[in-house]
């Protein structure tokens, strides 16, 4: 079965065919409701086209309309604006459909295999508040695709080459000369470092700050890295594990924020297929200034957009290569239908190259659609990239812990000890996610840690509160049943709920074709909005009418699930009190 408005699109479609009118019919919530529920605005399209009267097309229409059950009041304004309403018993025996299978709300789309390369955090440095947004929104969106019925891979492309690296070797080598990595005469034995995510913590600033402060250091430490790239094996076993170390380090602070990769590789994992990648590009690769690159420029561009640099004049790879590598590998392994990158919107030239050369050379068939959604960042009061209060980088760690502070404030007194440390946990997850999410996906937010976990207005806070109030309706019941029904329609509250439920098959796809969660949010606020309206007009406990109380009922647990669900797609756990 389709989607509710799926069905009635089609169906006016097919009322159209019958007065000889061909269109794709799309409905969209009325902007009168007092004329209708949902209106449909494409007969002055086809008027135009056939240069003949939207009125007297509209007004077959309506004819047509008139006689079809789904439809109540079909009514003409304006020019041709068909307001329309639905007829009360479909809907109810929809909604009670939904509520045994939400699926009936989604419109599934033809099954793609997609790769979702979001995270993208650094090895042997502390996840930090830039690296958000990716993980937010890379966990939605992925979960989003698997909503509309695609098989996702998601892929965390961690950052494990490059100079931290060099940094990090090179501070070990002084404080431990004696480690046998730093001998002549390695003998491949690799063995187990003792080293904690602590200590990576501070040797990497350490070193940095020395680096930055001696120009023989940085030499040193551009090196290794250069050595590390070169596949030298002593450095290589040691930097190996020191991914590992901070690896797991990193998955916790995932963890925290619900994200869960499928694949957990990263730019080393990459080496392996670069010379096979090379050879791809080698066509289009020429020298300039010692460095190997490849022109992406097209006559039409409107900017300029400068050739891509693959190799560097001292015969390294960089980050393109090993993202170049990486897609290579992907294509080899997984023949993606799609692979989206979800980086921060400064990186936006750098994939537009990326995925220039990948078409030109055809390391990527044309078929395979490579999507770059980049993202605004998040900053502090000043507009300025958020940051701690002395100026520095903010661990997304000691984030969480700052909202977890003020959510800390926000729960019923009775909620105490552990379980007030685990809820307010979860409720600054959701403070921190739906605040990140709200605002359209390019655009920059304002960090404001007040308004992001106040229970009222667009926040994590006020959503789960709508769904600990139902939950708490249920466990107030005297008795309870296993399956409450939708009995009819007694009142506009409820039906505009209703209405909202269909309207949310437009809603995943608008969030879907655009690749923003910011739909989902707003939804999800308008929704618990109806809800509570409808919770303040009607005593559901004390309703005497025994329909009517069971009604409201299977109503309310629709709402909580649809919550639940569209809360799941974001990444942010239910909690059953607060
Ligand atoms: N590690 C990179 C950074 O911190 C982000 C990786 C994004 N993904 C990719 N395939 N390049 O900027």
Same mark, same amino acid.
Request: some cysteine; charged content about 30%.
């Given at each position: 079965?389709?989607?509710?408005?799926?069905?009635?699109?089609?169906?006016?479609?097919?009322? =159209?065919?019958?007065?000889?009118?061909?269109?794709?019919?799309?409905?969209?919530?009325?902007?009168?409701?007092?004329?209708?529920?949902?209106?449909?605005?494409?007969?002055?399209?086809?008027?135009?086209?056939?240069?003949?009267?939207?009125?007297?097309?509209?007004?077959?229409?309506?004819?047509?309309?008139?006689?079809?059950?789904?439809?109540?009041?079909?009514?003409?304004? %304006?020019?041709?604006?068909?307001?329309?309403?639905?007829?009360?018993?479909?809907?109810?025996?929809?909604?009670?459909?939904?509520?045994?299978?939400?699926?009936?709300?989604?419109?599934?789309?033809?099954?793609?295999?997609?790769?979702?390369?979001?995270?993208?955090?650094?090895?042997?440095?502390?996840?930090?508040? %830039?690296?958000?947004?990716?993980?937010?929104?890379? $966990?939605?969106?992925?979960?989003?695709?698997?909503?509309?019925?695609?098989?996702?891979?998601?892929?965390?492309?961690?950052?494990?080459?490059?100079?931290?690296?060099?940094?990090?070797?090179?501070?070990?080598?002084?404080?431990?000369?004696?480690?046998?990595?730093?001998?002549?005469?390695?003998?491949? &034995?690799?063995?187990?470092?003792?080293?904690?995510?602590?200590? =990576?913590?501070?040797?990497?600033?350490?070193? &940095?700050?020395?680096?930055?402060?001696?120009?023989?250091?940085?030499?040193?430490?551009?090196?290794?890295?250069?050595?590390?790239?070169?596949?030298?094996?002593?450095?290589?076993?040691?930097?190996?594990?020191?991914?590992?170390?901070?690896?797991?380090?990193? #998955?916790?602070?995932?963890?925290?924020?619900?994200?869960?990769?499928?694949?957990?590789?990263?730019?080393?994992? !990459?080496?392996?297929?670069?010379?096979?990648?090379?050879?791809?590009?080698?066509?289009?690769?020429?020298?300039?200034?010692?460095?190997?690159?490849?022109?992406?420029?097209?006559?039409?561009?409107?900017? $300029?957009?400068?050739?891509?640099?693959?190799?560097?004049?001292?015969?390294?790879?960089?980050?393109?290569?090993?993202?170049?590598?990486?897609?290579?590998?992907?294509?080899?392994?997984? !023949?993606?239908?799609?692979?989206?990158?979800?980086?921060?919107?400064?990186?936006?030239?750098?994939?537009?190259?990326?995925?220039? !050369?990948?078409?030109?050379?055809?390391?990527?068939? $044309?078929?395979?659609?490579?999507?770059?959604?980049?993202?605004?960042?998040?900053?502090?009061?000043?507009?300025?990239?958020?940051?701690?209060?002395?100026?520095?980088?903010?661990?997304?760690?000691?984030?969480?812990?700052?909202?977890?502070?003020?959510?800390?404030?926000?729960?019923?007194?009775?909620?105490?000890?552990?379980?007030?440390?685990?809820?307010?946990? #979860?409720?600054?997850?959701?403070?921190?996610?739906?605040?990140?999410?709200?605002?359209?996906?390019? *655009?920059?937010?304002?960090?404001?840690?007040?308004?992001?976990?106040?229970?009222?207005?667009?926040?994590?806070?006020?959503?789960?509160?709508?769904?600990?109030?139902?939950?708490?309706?249920?466990?107030?019941?005297?008795?309870?049943?296993?399956?409450?029904?939708?009995?009819?329609?007694?009142?506009?509250?409820?039906?505009?709920?209703?209405?909202?439920?269909? $309207?949310? *098959?437009?809603?995943?796809?608008?969030?879907?074709?655009?690749?923003?969660?910011?739909?989902?949010?707003?939804?999800?606020?308008?929704?618990?909005?109806?809800?509570? #309206?409808?919770?303040?007009?009607?005593?559901?406990?004390?309703?005497?009418?025994?329909?009517?109380?069971? *009604?409201?009922?299977?109503?309310?647990?629709?709402?909580?699930?649809?919550?639940?669900?569209?809360?799941?797609?974001?990444?942010?756990?239910?909690?059953?009190?607060?």
């Amino acid at each position: 079965m389709k989607p509710f408005i799926k069905i009635v699109e089609k169906r006016v479609e097919d009322a =159209l065919k019958k007065c000889g009118y061909e269109d794709e019919v799309t409905l969209s919530v009325s902007s009168r409701p007092d004329l209708g529920q949902f209106q449909y605005n494409g007969v002055m399209g086809i008027a135009k086209r056939l240069r003949t009267n939207p009125i007297e097309i509209a007004k077959k229409l309506v004819e047509e309309l008139n006689q079809d059950e789904y439809f109540t009041n079909v009514n003409m304004a %304006g020019p041709g604006f068909i307001n329309l309403s639905f007829n009360n018993e479909k809907l109810v025996e929809y909604v009670n459909l939904v509520k045994d299978n939400f699926d009936l709300l989604v419109d599934k789309k033809e099954t793609k295999n997609v790769i979702v390369d979001y995270g993208g955090a650094n090895a042997a440095k502390a996840l930090h508040v %830039g690296h958000m947004r990716s993980a937010n929104i890379g $966990e939605a969106l992925k979960r989003l695709y698997r909503l509309v019925g695609h098989k996702v891979i998601g892929d965390v492309h961690l950052g494990d080459v490059g100079r931290q690296a060099g940094m990090v070797i090179s501070e070990l080598k002084l404080r431990h000369p004696d480690w046998i990595f730093f001998k002549d005469n390695y003998d491949g &034995s690799n063995p187990k470092i003792d080293i904690t995510p602590a200590d =990576l913590g501070e040797i990497y600033p350490c070193a &940095s700050n020395a680096a930055k402060e001696n120009e023989e250091r940085m030499e040193e430490v551009r090196e290794i890295t250069a050595l590390i790239d070169k596949g030298y094996k002593p450095y290589v076993d040691l930097w190996k594990q020191i991914i590992e170390v901070s690896s797991e380090d990193i #998955k916790q602070v995932y963890d925290i924020l619900n994200c869960d990769f499928d694949l957990w590789e990263g730019e080393m994992d !990459s080496y392996k297929y670069i010379d096979d990648t090379i050879k791809i590009l080698n066509p289009y690769l020429y020298e300039s200034e010692g460095a190997l690159v490849m022109d992406v420029a097209k006559e039409d561009d409107k900017i $300029e957009i400068p050739p891509l640099i693959v190799i560097k004049k001292d015969g390294s790879t960089i980050y393109a290569t090993r993202d170049l590598a990486t897609i290579y590998s992907r294509m080899e392994r997984f !023949s993606p239908d799609e692979i989206c990158y979800v980086v921060d919107n400064r990186q936006g030239m750098y994939f537009k190259q990326v995925f220039r !050369s990948s078409y030109k050379s055809g390391l990527v068939k $044309e078929s395979t659609e490579l999507n770059f959604y980049g993202f605004g960042t998040m900053n502090g009061s000043d507009g300025k990239p958020f940051k701690t209060r002395d100026g520095g980088v903010m661990e997304l760690r000691q984030l969480v812990s700052m909202v977890e502070d003020v959510t800390y404030t926000k729960l019923k007194e009775t909620i105490v000890g552990d379980e007030r440390r685990e809820l307010s946990g #979860k409720l600054a997850i959701a403070v921190l996610k739906y605040a990140d999410l709200l605002p359209l996906r390019n *655009t920059d937010y304002i960090f404001d840690v007040d308004k992001f976990s106040s229970l009222e207005g667009k926040t994590g806070p006020y959503i789960l509160y709508t769904a600990v109030r139902i939950n708490s309706i249920f466990s107030k019941l005297e008795s309870k049943k296993d399956k409450y029904d939708i009995k009819g329609i007694y009142s506009d509250e409820e039906l505009n709920i209703y209405l909202k439920l269909v $309207e949310l *098959t437009k809603t995943i796809d608008a969030a879907f074709n655009e690749k923003t969660l910011s739909y989902i949010c707003d939804y999800l606020f308008n929704l618990a909005n109806l809800y509570n #309206k409808f919770y303040s007009e009607h005593n559901i406990l004390n309703e005497e009418d025994e329909n009517k109380k069971e *009604t409201y009922l299977a109503l309310s647990q629709l709402t909580y699930s649809v919550i639940e669900k569209l809360l799941n797609v974001l990444a942010i756990d239910m909690i059953d009190k607060m």
